[in-house]
């Protein structure tokens, strides 16, 4: 009976090993399209990206980017919240975070580099990324939030650091270039360009080092919340770490190889349609924060503010910190101008929600009140783009 029994084992093994390959092909098939999808682009050269003549193909072009970018980033979010479960907080949405602000940089460099040069797209990504992530999906979570729970707890620590160095690196690198007389225009001169790329990675990567180790507490739910039992992750099969690292990886190498081609198409549908140029900031920053104003929604679903918390102000605070070094360490390499200081009704804009953010955040609990003045901001951020 041994040898049968044996038998019977390896027969099980087996069975399980093939149902588990095959539910990992069907997870993962989205890999497959975004590969397939690159290796289009790129063999065919500028022939898909550059049909300026034919807008029909050029609108199809672009949704079809967005589409297959927007789907396989959502699954960068989708392993990051498998290496939440598996490393903990605040690692799972850090790792999150750092994600999109890579493929953010890939889009606006691409774009930066293409054609003709616009100084301004910059500046616009990095605002509307701010606009988006602290009014638009902080509104929607606190709204939602409050209509669930009335009010949702947060580890005050946590959000006042976040807070803080948002806006010392929001004025040091959107308002004070209106203010500086070393050049003319809101720019900065090549020394002050150097400093503040040198200062912004510095700060970032010291609050870091507050998030991980130092004061990680600060940044876990609170003690007064009630977080609702396998809140969030019942739903994801969780593997190995080398797993979802890998297949992270892999997404996010896609996603970046998809955004260096749909820049081109985005830059061209506006100047084909005589589309604001504040319109391509947006549509980067909704395409980046898709993934994470998800995730984030989906942890005040659960009544999990602070997650949420961690996963909104980290991508304002990475945006900031990395994304405008990054935007002036191209213009100092390639000589190209760039615009960082915000001037209109954006700047008045960028004020109010600031000091919204200090007041909404300056108690321990969040109700349906500060959700819809968040969301009223945002509003008002899009009527600007269309109606200056």
Same mark, same amino acid.
């Given at each position: 009976?041994?040898?049968?029994?044996?038998?019977?084992?390896?027969?099980?093994?087996?069975?399980?090993?093939?149902?588990?390959?095959?539910?990992?092909?069907?997870?993962?098939?989205?890999?497959?399209?975004?590969?397939?999808?690159?290796?289009?682009?790129?063999?065919?050269?500028?022939?898909?990206?550059?049909?300026?003549?034919?807008?029909?193909?050029?609108?199809?072009?672009? &949704?079809?980017?967005?589409?297959?970018?927007?789907?396989?980033?959502?699954?960068?979010?989708?392993?990051?919240? !498998?290496?939440?479960?598996?490393?903990?907080?605040?690692?799972?949405?850090?790792?999150?975070?750092?994600?999109?602000?890579?493929?953010?940089?890939?889009?606006?460099?691409?774009?930066?580099?293409?054609?003709?040069? #616009?100084?301004?797209?910059?500046?616009?990504?990095?605002?509307?990324?701010?606009?988006?992530?602290?009014?638009?999906?902080?509104?929607?979570?606190?709204?939602?939030?409050?209509?669930?729970?009335?009010?949702?707890?947060? #580890?005050?620590?946590?959000?006042?650091?976040?807070?803080?160095?948002?806006?010392?690196?929001?004025?040091?690198?959107?308002?004070?270039?209106?203010?500086?007389?070393?050049?003319?225009?809101?720019?900065?001169?090549?020394?002050?360009?150097?400093?503040?790329?040198?200062?912004?990675?510095?700060?970032?990567?010291?609050?870091?080092?507050?998030?991980?180790?130092?004061?990680?507490?600060?940044?876990?739910?609170?003690?007064?919340?009630?977080?609702?039992?396998?809140?969030?992750?019942?739903?994801?099969?969780?593997?190995?770490?080398?797993?979802?690292?890998?297949?992270?990886?892999?997404?996010?190498?896609?996603?970046? &190889?998809?955004?260096?081609?749909?820049?081109?198409?985005?830059?061209?549908?506006?100047?084909?349609?005589?589309?604001?140029?504040?319109?391509?900031?947006?549509?980067?920053?909704?395409?980046?924060?898709?993934?994470?104003?998800?995730?984030?929604?989906?942890?005040?679903?659960?009544?999990?503010?602070?997650?949420?918390?961690?996963?909104?102000?980290?991508?304002?605070?990475?945006?900031?910190?990395?994304?405008?070094?990054?935007?002036?360490?191209?213009?100092?390499?390639?000589?190209?101008?760039?615009?960082?200081?915000?001037?209109?009704?954006?700047?008045?804009?960028?004020?109010?929600?600031?000091?919204? !953010?200090?007041?909404?955040?300056?108690?321990?609990?969040?109700?349906?009140?500060?959700?819809?003045?968040?969301?009223?901001? !945002?509003?008002?951020?899009?009527?600007?783009?269309?109606?200056?």
């Amino acid at each position: 009976m041994v040898a049968p029994m044996s038998v019977m084992t390896q027969r099980n093994r087996q069975a399980t090993s093939a149902s588990g390959s095959r539910s990992v092909v069907r997870s993962e098939f989205v890999l497959a399209i975004a590969l397939g999808t690159a290796a289009i682009f790129f063999s065919a050269g500028s022939q898909l990206v550059e049909i300026m003549a034919h807008p029909v193909a050029l609108i199809g072009v672009f &949704l079809w980017l967005f589409a297959v970018i927007l789907w396989a980033a959502i699954c960068v979010a989708r392993h990051a919240d !498998c290496l939440a479960i598996r490393l903990g907080e605040p690692y799972g949405t850090l790792i999150l975070t750092l994600s999109a602000i890579s493929i953010e940089v890939v889009m606006i460099s691409t774009a930066m580099l293409h054609g003709a040069n #616009n100084p301004e797209l910059g500046r616009d990504a990095i605002f509307a990324v701010i606009m988006i992530a602290l009014n638009g999906f902080v509104g929607i979570c606190l709204l939602l939030g409050g209509l669930l729970y009335r009010e949702q707890h947060y #580890n005050l620590q946590g959000v006042n650091a976040y807070i803080n160095v948002i806006m010392t690196l929001a004025v040091l690198g959107l308002i004070l270039p209106n203010f500086t007389t070393t050049t003319s225009g809101p720019t900065f001169s090549t020394e002050q360009a150097i400093f503040l790329v040198v200062v912004s990675l510095l700060l970032y990567g010291i609050f870091l080092l507050i998030q991980t180790m130092r004061h990680r507490g600060y940044f876990l739910e609170s003690k007064d919340a009630t977080v609702v039992e396998n809140s969030g992750h019942q739903s994801l099969h969780v593997r190995s770490t080398t797993f979802h690292t890998t297949m992270l990886l892999l997404y996010l190498v896609s996603v970046i &190889l998809l955004a260096e081609k749909f820049a081109i198409p985005l830059d061209n549908s506006i100047e084909k349609f005589g589309m604001p140029q504040e319109f391509g900031g947006a549509m980067i920053a909704a395409l980046v924060l898709t993934p994470e104003g998800i995730g984030a929604i989906g942890a005040t679903w659960h009544n999990q503010l602070q997650r949420s918390i961690n996963i909104l102000l980290g991508s304002v605070l990475a945006t900031i910190g990395l994304t405008i070094p990054a935007v002036l360490t191209i213009s100092l390499m390639t000589k190209r101008p760039v615009t960082l200081g915000v001037q209109g009704g954006n700047l008045p804009l960028l004020l109010l929600t600031l000091a919204v !953010c200090v007041v909404t955040f300056t108690s321990r609990k969040t109700n349906v009140l500060q959700g819809c003045i968040h969301l009223l901001l !945002c509003a008002v951020f899009v009527l600007l783009i269309f109606a200056p």
